[in-house]
Protein backbone atom coordinates (compact mmCIF):
# COMPACT_ATOMS: atom_id res chain seq x y z
CA UNK A 1 0.00 0.00 0.00
CA UNK A 2 2.66 2.22 0.34
CA UNK A 3 3.24 3.33 -2.98
CA UNK A 4 -0.41 4.57 -3.60
CA UNK A 5 0.24 6.66 -0.34
CA UNK A 6 3.69 8.27 -2.01
CA UNK A 7 1.79 8.93 -5.01
CA UNK A 8 -1.45 10.66 -3.24
CA UNK A 9 1.28 12.90 -2.11
CA UNK A 10 3.10 14.08 -5.36
CA UNK A 11 1.55 17.24 -7.62
CA UNK A 12 -0.87 15.38 -9.30
CA UNK A 13 -2.77 15.78 -6.30
CA UNK A 14 -3.22 18.68 -6.73
CA UNK A 15 -5.30 21.06 -8.53
CA UNK A 16 -3.65 20.89 -11.90
CA UNK A 17 -4.81 23.23 -14.80
CA UNK A 18 -4.14 22.24 -18.35
CA UNK A 19 -1.20 24.32 -19.53
CA UNK A 20 -1.42 26.47 -22.78
CA UNK A 21 1.66 25.51 -24.48
CA UNK A 22 2.70 27.74 -27.45
CA UNK A 23 6.25 27.87 -29.75
CA UNK A 24 8.67 30.25 -28.94
CA UNK A 25 8.60 32.06 -32.13
CA UNK A 26 4.74 32.79 -31.71
CA UNK A 27 4.21 36.50 -31.32
CA UNK A 28 3.20 38.38 -28.51
CA UNK A 29 0.22 39.68 -29.81
CA UNK A 30 -0.89 35.95 -30.19
CA UNK A 31 0.25 34.10 -27.38
CA UNK A 32 -2.20 36.94 -25.74
CA UNK A 33 -5.49 35.97 -27.66
CA UNK A 34 -4.76 32.59 -26.72
CA UNK A 35 -4.30 33.29 -23.34
CA UNK A 36 -7.36 35.36 -23.05
CA UNK A 37 -9.44 33.28 -25.18
CA UNK A 38 -8.30 30.24 -22.27
CA UNK A 39 -8.23 32.79 -19.14
CA UNK A 40 -5.15 31.98 -18.07
CA UNK A 41 -2.92 34.41 -16.74
CA UNK A 42 0.38 32.54 -17.87
CA UNK A 43 1.67 30.76 -21.05
CA UNK A 44 4.57 27.70 -21.68
CA UNK A 45 7.01 28.11 -24.45
CA UNK A 46 8.61 25.60 -26.29
CA UNK A 47 12.05 25.33 -28.65
CA UNK A 48 12.04 23.44 -31.88
CA UNK A 49 11.97 20.32 -30.18
CA UNK A 50 9.09 20.39 -28.47
CA UNK A 51 11.20 21.18 -24.82
CA UNK A 52 9.94 23.54 -22.38
CA UNK A 53 12.01 26.76 -22.93
CA UNK A 54 10.34 29.56 -21.50
CA UNK A 55 7.47 30.97 -19.08
CA UNK A 56 5.45 34.15 -20.16
CA UNK A 57 3.36 35.82 -17.61
CA UNK A 58 0.42 38.49 -17.32
CA UNK A 59 2.99 40.93 -15.07
CA UNK A 60 5.55 40.27 -17.74
CA UNK A 61 3.50 41.17 -20.73
CA UNK A 62 2.41 44.41 -18.41
CA UNK A 63 6.24 45.14 -17.62
CA UNK A 64 8.16 43.75 -20.35
CA UNK A 65 6.52 44.36 -22.82
CA UNK A 66 3.42 47.37 -22.47
CA UNK A 67 5.73 49.73 -20.20
CA UNK A 68 8.70 49.10 -22.94
CA UNK A 69 6.61 50.34 -25.60
CA UNK A 70 6.94 47.23 -27.83
CA UNK A 71 4.98 46.22 -30.69
CA UNK A 72 2.81 43.20 -30.01
CA UNK A 73 2.37 41.87 -33.05
CA UNK A 74 6.40 42.09 -34.39
CA UNK A 75 7.75 40.99 -30.95
CA UNK A 76 8.19 37.10 -30.28
CA UNK A 77 7.76 35.73 -27.11
CA UNK A 78 11.34 34.08 -27.32
CA UNK A 79 12.59 37.50 -26.79
CA UNK A 80 10.36 38.52 -23.50
CA UNK A 81 9.95 35.51 -21.71
CA UNK A 82 11.75 34.05 -18.53
CA UNK A 83 13.79 31.59 -20.10
CA UNK A 84 14.34 28.30 -18.66
CA UNK A 85 11.90 28.19 -15.82
CA UNK A 86 11.87 26.19 -12.73
CA UNK A 87 9.58 22.85 -13.00
CA UNK A 88 9.08 19.52 -10.96
CA UNK A 89 8.52 16.35 -12.28
CA UNK A 90 5.00 14.79 -12.56
CA UNK A 91 6.22 12.39 -9.00
CA UNK A 92 7.50 15.38 -6.94
CA UNK A 93 5.62 15.86 -3.57
CA UNK A 94 3.26 18.18 -3.57
CA UNK A 95 4.26 19.99 -0.39
CA UNK A 96 8.03 20.33 -1.96
CA UNK A 97 6.66 22.26 -4.98
CA UNK A 98 4.16 24.50 -2.71
CA UNK A 99 7.08 25.24 -0.91
CA UNK A 100 9.46 25.95 -3.95
CA UNK A 101 6.65 28.42 -5.04
CA UNK A 102 5.96 30.49 -2.06
CA UNK A 103 9.92 30.87 -1.33
CA UNK A 104 10.80 31.37 -4.89
CA UNK A 105 8.02 33.79 -5.10
CA UNK A 106 6.45 32.67 -8.30
CA UNK A 107 2.50 31.48 -8.91
CA UNK A 108 3.00 29.22 -11.49
CA UNK A 109 4.71 26.07 -11.32
CA UNK A 110 5.03 23.81 -14.81
CA UNK A 111 5.02 19.94 -14.10
CA UNK A 112 6.97 17.94 -16.75
CA UNK A 113 6.89 14.24 -17.59
CA UNK A 114 8.83 12.25 -19.66
CA UNK A 115 10.42 15.88 -20.88
CA UNK A 116 6.63 16.65 -21.52
CA UNK A 117 4.64 19.42 -19.91
CA UNK A 118 1.53 17.50 -18.83
CA UNK A 119 0.35 20.74 -16.38
CA UNK A 120 0.59 23.59 -14.76
CA UNK A 121 0.55 24.68 -10.82
CA UNK A 122 -1.10 27.81 -10.26
CA UNK A 123 -0.53 28.50 -6.16
CA UNK A 124 -3.24 30.75 -5.61
CA UNK A 125 -5.74 27.83 -7.12
CA UNK A 126 -3.76 25.26 -4.71
CA UNK A 127 -3.92 27.47 -1.85
CA UNK A 128 -8.14 28.39 -2.04
CA UNK A 129 -7.95 24.12 -2.80
CA UNK A 130 -6.07 23.60 0.70
CA UNK A 131 -8.27 26.12 2.62
CA UNK A 132 -11.77 24.60 1.14
CA UNK A 133 -10.18 21.43 1.85
CA UNK A 134 -9.05 22.60 5.87
CA UNK A 135 -12.74 24.43 5.80
CA UNK A 136 -14.56 20.34 5.59
CA UNK A 137 -11.67 19.21 8.41
CA UNK A 138 -12.99 22.78 10.30
CA UNK A 139 -16.28 20.75 11.66
CA UNK A 140 -13.95 18.49 13.18
CA UNK A 141 -11.84 20.92 14.86
CA UNK A 142 -14.53 23.02 15.80
CA UNK A 143 -16.12 19.93 17.41
CA UNK A 144 -12.85 19.19 19.64
CA UNK A 145 -12.12 22.54 20.32
CA UNK A 146 -16.11 22.93 22.01
CA UNK A 147 -15.13 19.20 23.71
CA UNK A 148 -11.76 21.19 24.77
CA UNK A 149 -13.53 23.90 26.88
CA UNK A 150 -15.77 21.47 27.96
CA UNK A 151 -13.14 18.97 30.00
CA UNK A 152 -12.05 22.71 30.73
CA UNK A 153 -14.64 23.61 32.84
CA UNK A 154 -15.61 20.45 34.03
CA UNK A 155 -12.01 20.25 35.50
CA UNK A 156 -11.61 23.85 36.68
CA UNK A 157 -8.86 25.77 34.57
CA UNK A 158 -6.36 24.76 37.65
CA UNK A 159 -5.35 21.68 34.77
CA UNK A 160 -4.57 24.43 31.89
CA UNK A 161 -2.67 26.77 33.90
CA UNK A 162 -4.92 30.42 33.73
CA UNK A 163 -4.46 30.76 29.64
CA UNK A 164 -6.91 28.22 28.69
CA UNK A 165 -5.86 26.22 25.38
CA UNK A 166 -8.78 27.97 23.58
CA UNK A 167 -7.55 31.33 24.91
CA UNK A 168 -3.85 30.58 23.67
CA UNK A 169 -5.40 29.46 20.14
CA UNK A 170 -7.25 32.69 19.96
CA UNK A 171 -4.69 35.10 20.69
CA UNK A 172 -2.56 33.15 18.32
CA UNK A 173 -4.79 33.37 15.47
CA UNK A 174 -6.26 36.81 15.50
CA UNK A 175 -3.58 38.92 17.16
CA UNK A 176 -1.00 38.68 13.90
CA UNK A 177 -2.34 41.43 11.39
CA UNK A 178 -1.42 42.53 8.00
CA UNK A 179 1.01 45.37 9.84
CA UNK A 180 3.10 42.71 10.66
CA UNK A 181 4.05 42.05 7.06
CA UNK A 182 3.99 45.35 5.49
CA UNK A 183 7.47 46.37 5.22
CA UNK A 184 8.66 50.05 5.87
CA UNK A 185 9.69 50.79 2.35
CA UNK A 186 6.26 49.13 0.91
CA UNK A 187 5.63 50.57 -2.56
CA UNK A 188 2.06 51.02 -4.18
CA UNK A 189 1.46 52.08 -7.33
CA UNK A 190 -0.82 55.12 -8.10
CA UNK A 191 -2.32 56.28 -10.56
CA UNK A 192 -5.65 58.60 -11.52
CA UNK A 193 -8.31 57.40 -13.40
CA UNK A 194 -7.57 60.07 -16.14
CA UNK A 195 -4.00 58.12 -17.00
CA UNK A 196 -3.08 56.05 -19.67
CA UNK A 197 -2.73 52.19 -19.45
CA UNK A 198 0.66 52.71 -20.74
CA UNK A 199 1.47 55.25 -17.71
CA UNK A 200 0.47 52.50 -15.21
CA UNK A 201 2.03 49.77 -16.87
CA UNK A 202 5.18 52.17 -16.51
CA UNK A 203 4.56 52.71 -13.03
CA UNK A 204 3.89 49.15 -11.98
CA UNK A 205 7.37 48.31 -14.26
CA UNK A 206 9.43 50.67 -12.11
CA UNK A 207 8.25 49.62 -9.00
CA UNK A 208 8.18 45.85 -9.97
CA UNK A 209 4.79 45.41 -8.84
CA UNK A 210 2.04 43.53 -10.58
CA UNK A 211 -0.74 45.84 -9.94
CA UNK A 212 -1.70 49.92 -9.45
CA UNK A 213 -4.38 51.46 -7.02
CA UNK A 214 -6.50 53.94 -8.98
CA UNK A 215 -6.68 57.07 -6.22
CA UNK A 216 -9.78 59.33 -6.30
CA UNK A 217 -9.20 62.34 -4.01
CA UNK A 218 -6.84 60.12 -2.19
CA UNK A 219 -8.89 57.13 -1.33
CA UNK A 220 -8.93 53.27 -3.67
CA UNK A 221 -11.41 54.49 -6.45
CA UNK A 222 -9.98 50.98 -8.21
CA UNK A 223 -7.67 48.49 -9.22
CA UNK A 224 -5.59 47.51 -12.14
CA UNK A 225 -3.58 44.39 -12.52
CA UNK A 226 -1.53 42.94 -14.94
CA UNK A 227 -4.45 40.33 -15.62
CA UNK A 228 -7.26 43.27 -16.45
CA UNK A 229 -4.42 45.03 -18.67
CA UNK A 230 -3.96 41.35 -21.20
CA UNK A 231 -7.89 40.46 -20.38
CA UNK A 232 -9.52 43.94 -20.77
CA UNK A 233 -6.91 46.18 -22.85
CA UNK A 234 -4.97 43.65 -25.12
CA UNK A 235 -7.61 41.16 -25.67
CA UNK A 236 -9.82 43.82 -26.48
CA UNK A 237 -7.58 45.24 -29.00
CA UNK A 238 -7.70 48.89 -27.03
CA UNK A 239 -4.15 50.83 -27.46
CA UNK A 240 -2.37 51.17 -24.29
CA UNK A 241 -1.14 54.75 -24.91
CA UNK A 242 -4.46 56.23 -25.61
CA UNK A 243 -6.60 54.21 -23.00
CA UNK A 244 -7.11 55.70 -19.71
CA UNK A 245 -7.20 53.76 -16.22
CA UNK A 246 -10.78 54.52 -15.68
CA UNK A 247 -12.18 52.59 -18.39
CA UNK A 248 -10.69 49.54 -17.67
CA UNK A 249 -9.84 49.13 -13.71
CA UNK A 250 -12.23 47.16 -11.01
CA UNK A 251 -14.17 50.15 -9.63
CA UNK A 252 -14.46 50.25 -5.42
CA UNK A 253 -11.77 46.96 -4.70
CA UNK A 254 -12.56 44.85 -1.93
CA UNK A 255 -9.71 46.59 0.76
CA UNK A 256 -8.23 45.43 4.29
CA UNK A 257 -6.51 48.07 6.93
CA UNK A 258 -3.45 47.18 8.26
CA UNK A 259 -5.25 45.70 11.38
CA UNK A 260 -7.01 43.36 9.75
CA UNK A 261 -6.09 39.62 11.27
CA UNK A 262 -3.53 37.96 8.02
CA UNK A 263 -6.27 35.16 7.99
CA UNK A 264 -9.09 37.17 7.78
CA UNK A 265 -7.29 38.67 5.00
CA UNK A 266 -6.43 35.61 3.27
CA UNK A 267 -10.08 34.41 3.72
CA UNK A 268 -11.60 37.66 1.68
CA UNK A 269 -9.05 36.44 -1.13
CA UNK A 270 -10.47 33.48 -1.25
CA UNK A 271 -13.94 34.21 -0.88
CA UNK A 272 -13.55 36.84 -3.90
CA UNK A 273 -11.24 34.64 -5.71
CA UNK A 274 -8.89 37.79 -6.05
CA UNK A 275 -5.08 37.99 -6.00
CA UNK A 276 -4.65 41.87 -4.90
CA UNK A 277 -5.93 43.41 -1.71
CA UNK A 278 -5.11 46.96 -1.27
CA UNK A 279 -4.45 47.74 2.43
CA UNK A 280 -5.16 50.73 4.15
CA UNK A 281 -4.01 52.85 7.02
CA UNK A 282 -6.15 54.02 9.64
CA UNK A 283 -6.53 57.42 8.00
CA UNK A 284 -7.84 55.61 4.86
CA UNK A 285 -4.88 56.15 2.56
CA UNK A 286 -2.72 53.12 0.74
CA UNK A 287 -0.04 51.81 2.32
CA UNK A 288 0.30 48.70 0.06
CA UNK A 289 -1.31 45.94 -2.31
CA UNK A 290 -0.63 42.41 -0.52
CA UNK A 291 -0.87 39.82 -3.37
CA UNK A 292 -1.75 35.78 -2.88
CA UNK A 293 1.49 34.87 -2.28
CA UNK A 294 3.17 37.48 0.27
CA UNK A 295 -0.30 36.61 1.94
CA UNK A 296 0.16 32.68 2.36
CA UNK A 297 3.37 32.89 3.23
CA UNK A 298 2.72 35.26 5.99
CA UNK A 299 -0.24 32.93 6.92
CA UNK A 300 1.28 29.87 7.06
CA UNK A 301 4.13 31.70 9.17
CA UNK A 302 0.91 32.49 11.59
CA UNK A 303 -0.34 29.63 12.06
CA UNK A 304 2.38 27.84 12.74
CA UNK A 305 4.36 29.99 14.64
CA UNK A 306 4.96 28.05 18.04
CA UNK A 307 7.79 30.82 19.08
CA UNK A 308 10.14 29.60 16.94
CA UNK A 309 11.60 31.96 14.23
CA UNK A 310 13.24 31.73 10.96
CA UNK A 311 13.29 30.11 7.63
CA UNK A 312 13.41 26.76 9.09
CA UNK A 313 9.95 27.24 11.34
CA UNK A 314 8.21 28.40 8.44
CA UNK A 315 9.33 26.17 6.16
CA UNK A 316 8.26 22.97 8.22
CA UNK A 317 5.34 24.89 8.92
CA UNK A 318 4.47 25.14 5.73
CA UNK A 319 4.91 21.32 4.97
CA UNK A 320 2.82 20.95 7.81
CA UNK A 321 -0.11 23.05 6.15
CA UNK A 322 -0.13 21.40 2.78
CA UNK A 323 0.38 18.15 4.36
CA UNK A 324 -2.76 18.31 6.03
CA UNK A 325 -4.49 20.37 3.38
CA UNK A 326 -3.44 17.24 1.25
CA UNK A 327 -4.24 14.72 3.72
CA UNK A 328 -8.23 16.46 3.76
CA UNK A 329 -8.89 14.48 0.87
CA UNK A 330 -9.92 15.41 -2.29
CA UNK A 331 -12.90 18.10 -2.51
CA UNK A 332 -15.88 16.22 -4.35
CA UNK A 333 -16.74 13.03 -2.66
CA UNK A 334 -18.99 13.23 0.00
CA UNK A 335 -18.49 12.58 3.70
CA UNK A 336 -20.10 9.61 5.02
CA UNK A 337 -18.41 7.56 2.58
CA UNK A 338 -15.05 7.93 4.60
CA UNK A 339 -15.89 7.85 7.94
CA UNK A 340 -12.69 5.90 8.13
CA UNK A 341 -10.54 8.45 5.84
CA UNK A 342 -12.07 10.84 8.19
CA UNK A 343 -10.36 9.69 11.77
CA UNK A 344 -7.28 9.11 9.77
CA UNK A 345 -6.96 12.52 8.75
CA UNK A 346 -7.68 13.59 12.45
CA UNK A 347 -4.69 11.48 13.41
CA UNK A 348 -2.77 13.17 11.19
CA UNK A 349 -3.93 16.50 12.04
CA UNK A 350 -3.26 15.82 15.76
CA UNK A 351 0.56 14.66 14.64
CA UNK A 352 1.06 17.87 13.31
CA UNK A 353 -0.87 20.19 15.21
CA UNK A 354 1.56 18.04 18.57
CA UNK A 355 4.49 18.80 16.43
CA UNK A 356 3.65 22.51 15.97
CA UNK A 357 2.52 23.06 19.58
CA UNK A 358 5.40 20.52 21.61
CA UNK A 359 8.52 20.63 19.34
CA UNK A 360 9.95 16.95 19.74
CA UNK A 361 13.11 17.00 22.36
CA UNK A 362 16.46 16.35 21.48
CA UNK A 363 16.61 13.17 23.50
CA UNK A 364 13.32 11.97 21.47
CA UNK A 365 12.99 7.97 22.02
CA UNK A 366 10.10 6.15 21.11
CA UNK A 367 8.66 2.88 21.42
CA UNK A 368 5.96 0.52 19.74
CA UNK A 369 2.31 0.30 21.41
CA UNK A 370 -0.69 -1.35 21.05
CA UNK A 371 -4.76 -0.86 22.25
CA UNK A 372 -7.33 -2.08 20.91
CA UNK A 373 -10.60 -0.22 19.82
CA UNK A 374 -14.41 -1.24 21.47
CA UNK A 375 -14.90 -2.89 17.27
CA UNK A 376 -11.87 -5.06 18.15
CA UNK A 377 -9.49 -3.40 15.88
CA UNK A 378 -5.92 -3.30 17.12
CA UNK A 379 -4.21 0.18 16.93
CA UNK A 380 -0.40 -0.08 16.34
CA UNK A 381 1.16 2.91 17.03
CA UNK A 382 4.92 4.41 17.85
CA UNK A 383 4.95 7.28 20.61
CA UNK A 384 7.70 8.97 22.94
CA UNK A 385 8.41 7.47 25.92
CA UNK A 386 9.16 10.03 27.88
CA UNK A 387 5.05 11.96 28.49
CA UNK A 388 2.21 9.92 29.59
CA UNK A 389 0.76 13.52 27.78
CA UNK A 390 2.08 12.25 24.73
CA UNK A 391 0.61 8.44 25.43
CA UNK A 392 -2.88 9.52 26.12
CA UNK A 393 -2.74 12.09 22.76
CA UNK A 394 -1.79 8.85 20.66
CA UNK A 395 -4.48 7.14 22.02
CA UNK A 396 -7.06 9.81 21.84
CA UNK A 397 -6.01 10.07 18.39
CA UNK A 398 -6.78 6.64 17.42
CA UNK A 399 -10.04 5.76 20.08
CA UNK A 400 -11.33 9.44 20.60
CA UNK A 401 -14.79 8.10 20.42
CA UNK A 402 -14.66 5.60 22.54
CA UNK A 403 -13.43 7.23 26.05
CA UNK A 404 -16.01 8.97 27.72
CA UNK A 405 -14.07 12.52 28.68
CA UNK A 406 -16.09 12.72 32.06
CA UNK A 407 -15.55 9.26 33.43
CA UNK A 408 -11.74 8.94 32.09
CA UNK A 409 -10.60 5.36 32.07
CA UNK A 410 -7.46 4.30 33.86
CA UNK A 411 -3.95 3.45 31.35
CA UNK A 412 -2.86 -0.04 32.32
CA UNK A 413 -0.09 -2.09 30.34
CA UNK A 414 0.30 -5.53 30.09
CA UNK A 415 4.00 -7.00 31.67
CA UNK A 416 5.42 -9.69 31.44
CA UNK A 417 3.51 -11.88 33.83
CA UNK A 418 0.31 -11.19 32.10
CA UNK A 419 -0.65 -8.56 34.87
CA UNK A 420 -2.44 -5.64 34.19
CA UNK A 421 -0.51 -2.86 35.70
CA UNK A 422 -1.51 0.66 35.59
CA UNK A 423 0.31 3.60 33.98
CA UNK A 424 -0.67 7.02 35.79
CA UNK A 425 2.84 8.84 35.47
CA UNK A 426 5.66 9.49 33.78
CA UNK A 427 7.91 7.45 35.75
CA UNK A 428 5.67 4.97 35.27
CA UNK A 429 5.84 4.91 31.92
CA UNK A 430 9.51 4.83 31.54
CA UNK A 431 10.23 2.38 33.90
CA UNK A 432 7.47 0.21 31.75
CA UNK A 433 9.49 0.67 28.35
CA UNK A 434 12.61 0.33 29.43
CA UNK A 435 12.09 -3.05 31.61
CA UNK A 436 10.06 -4.04 28.06
CA UNK A 437 13.44 -2.73 25.95
CA UNK A 438 15.41 -5.13 28.10
CA UNK A 439 13.37 -8.34 28.02
CA UNK A 440 13.49 -7.90 23.94
CA UNK A 441 9.91 -6.29 23.46
CA UNK A 442 9.25 -4.25 20.41
CA UNK A 443 5.72 -2.83 21.78
CA UNK A 444 4.17 -3.01 24.83
CA UNK A 445 0.13 -3.94 25.15
CA UNK A 446 -2.01 -1.30 26.87
CA UNK A 447 -5.60 -1.44 27.98
CA UNK A 448 -8.20 0.95 28.84
CA UNK A 449 -9.92 0.49 32.58
CA UNK A 450 -13.39 1.76 33.47
CA UNK A 451 -13.93 -0.14 36.26
CA UNK A 452 -10.27 0.07 38.30
CA UNK A 453 -9.34 -3.38 37.98
CA UNK A 454 -5.64 -2.50 37.35
CA UNK A 455 -3.36 -3.44 39.84
CA UNK A 456 -0.44 -0.61 41.25
CA UNK A 457 2.92 -0.87 41.66
CA UNK A 458 4.13 -1.59 45.10
CA UNK A 459 4.27 1.68 46.89
CA UNK A 460 1.93 3.66 44.78
CA UNK A 461 -0.87 5.72 46.71
CA UNK A 462 -4.28 5.65 45.05
CA UNK A 463 -5.06 9.30 45.09
CA UNK A 464 -1.61 9.91 41.91
CA UNK A 465 -4.07 9.63 39.10
CA UNK A 466 -6.06 12.28 40.71
CA UNK A 467 -3.73 14.71 40.06
CA UNK A 468 -1.15 12.96 37.27
CA UNK A 469 -3.44 11.38 34.97
CA UNK A 470 -5.39 14.01 34.98
CA UNK A 471 -3.04 16.58 33.90
CA UNK A 472 -2.23 14.50 31.62
CA UNK A 473 -5.35 13.51 29.96
CA UNK A 474 -6.30 17.27 29.69
CA UNK A 475 -3.14 18.51 28.28
CA UNK A 476 -3.17 15.49 25.75
CA UNK A 477 -7.47 16.58 24.96
CA UNK A 478 -5.67 19.99 24.34
CA UNK A 479 -3.39 18.83 21.67
CA UNK A 480 -5.71 17.11 19.98
CA UNK A 481 -7.82 19.86 20.25
CA UNK A 482 -4.65 21.86 18.91
CA UNK A 483 -3.89 19.69 15.68
CA UNK A 484 -7.13 20.21 14.74
CA UNK A 485 -7.40 23.24 15.10
CA UNK A 486 -4.17 24.19 13.37
CA UNK A 487 -5.38 22.14 10.36
CA UNK A 488 -8.76 23.75 10.71
CA UNK A 489 -7.23 27.42 11.20
CA UNK A 490 -9.56 29.17 9.18
CA UNK A 491 -12.76 27.36 10.30
CA UNK A 492 -11.90 26.84 13.78
CA UNK A 493 -11.81 31.33 13.80
CA UNK A 494 -15.55 31.34 13.09
CA UNK A 495 -15.77 28.73 16.35
CA UNK A 496 -13.31 31.11 18.10
CA UNK A 497 -15.43 34.58 17.00
CA UNK A 498 -18.74 33.23 18.12
CA UNK A 499 -17.22 31.83 21.62
CA UNK A 500 -15.59 34.81 22.04
Given amino acids: GRATVTGE ?10 ALTIPDHTTVYEACRRMAARRVDAVLLTDSNALLCGILTDKDITTRVIARELKLEDTPVSKVMTRNPLFVL ?20 PVVDNGEVIALLDIAKCLYDAIARMERAAEKGRAIAAAVEGVEKHWGTSVAGPNTFVETLRERMFRPSLSTIISENSKVATVAPTDTV ?8 ELKVSSAVVAIENKPGGILTSRDILMRVIA ?14 T ?28 VLDRDGSVVTVVDVLHITHAAIATVGNSGATGSEATSSMMQRFWDSAMSSGPLDDDDDSRSEGSTKVASEVADMGRSAFFPPSGLSSTFGFKIQDKQGRMHRFNCETSSLTELITSILQRLG ?28 LIAAVDHARQIGWKSLRLHLDYAGVGRRKRGAVSSDFEYAGRDAWASAYGTVAAGAALVAGLGVMAYLKRAG
Avoid: W
Avoid at 200 to 205: G, I, V
Avoid at 268 to 278: A, I, V, W
Avoid at 417 to 422: A, L, R, T
Fill in 9 to 18: RTVKRLRLSK
Fill in 90 to 109: GDTLAVEALQKMVQGKFRHL
Fill in 198 to 205: LTASKKML
Fill in 236 to 249: QNLPPESTTVGKVM
Fill in 251 to 278: QSPECATIDTPILEALHTMHDGKFLHLP
Fill in 401 to 428: DDIDKLNLPQILYEDDDHDKVILSSDTD
